[in-house]
């Protein structure tokens, strides 16, 4: 079945500066691959996707990459703030049946952005 | 506001008790799902309904059970089977399945 690697599991950085968060997916028929940021007792806010017709989208200061022939996709965001701080995940599209849209969830990074 | 609504936030379950968590959208969602969420572990699938009157297995449906009698509650049921309750349990809906999920600020449970 799909199975999705994040890493790194924690990433520290300066406020300004860029962060990036990696995926790999096994299922090459995975089709939708969200990201959600997920803040101390609340739920995950999806907060960008993406479908593996396109190869990049933007939304102000935060971007997805998606390589399908290398099976992976990567979260950018740009100018970091302190506000940035939280743990995101991505997740891969079961593509198949029954189960199609159902997500399978990386373990997690937790971001932190210094001031 | 259109949304999901999970209560109680927190949840204190006795041995051999059941306890149901609530989950509702205003959305008009036809799809919803059950996830448990443990320290350090992203978010597994317990149960999901695609549609009201139906709803599938997860990856560790054992010691849980659900319902879909209206389109906009899918109630989760932790059962006395489940013998490690204790996590943070999130509720989520999309228009249709392979659509974006949204989620509720979940329910924590925990063991007395």
């Known amino acids: 079945g799909e199975n999705v690697e994040q890493h790194p599991s924690t990433l520290s950085v300066q406020e300004g500066d860029s962060a990036v968060i990696k995926c790999t997916y096994s299922d090459s028929a995975s089709n939708y691959f969200p990201w959600y940021k997920q803040e101390l007792g609340k739920g995950p806010q999806l907060i960008i996707d993406?479908?593996?017709?396109?190869g990049e989208k933007k939304d102000q200061r935060i971007a997805v990459t998606l390589n399908k022939t290398a099976k992976h996709f990567s979260l950018h965001i740009t100018e970091t703030q302190p506000e940035d701080s939280a743990v995101y995940f991505c997740?891969?599209?079961?593509?198949?049946?029954?189960?199609?849209?159902?997500?399978?969830f990386g373990k997690g990074t937790k971001l932190s952005v210094k001031p | 506001d259109g949304g999901i609504t999970q209560s109680p936030k927190y949840l204190f379950r006795k041995e051999g008790q059941n306890v149901t968590l609530s989950c509702e959208q205003n959305l008009n969602h036809d799809a919803m799902y059950w996830y448990r969420q443990d320290p350090g572990q992203g978010l597994r699938l317990i149960y999901y309904?695609?549609?009201?009157?139906?709803?599938q297995k997860g990856d560790i449906a054992e010691g849980y059970s659900v319902s879909r009698e209206k389109k906009e509650s899918f109630p989760l049921t932790v059962t006395s089977a489940q013998k490690n309750p204790t996590a943070f349990y999130l509720c989520?809906?999309?228009?249709?399945?392979?659509?974006?999920?949204?989620f509720g600020d979940g329910t924590r449970l925990s063991i007395l």
């Open positions: 993406i479908r593996s017709n396109v």
């Open positions: 989520a809906s999309s228009i249709q399945a392979d659509q974006p999920q949204h």
């Open positions: 997740a891969a599209s079961l593509p198949y049946g029954g189960s199609q849209g159902n997500l399978i």
């Open positions: 309904s695609q549609i009201v009157n139906d709803f």
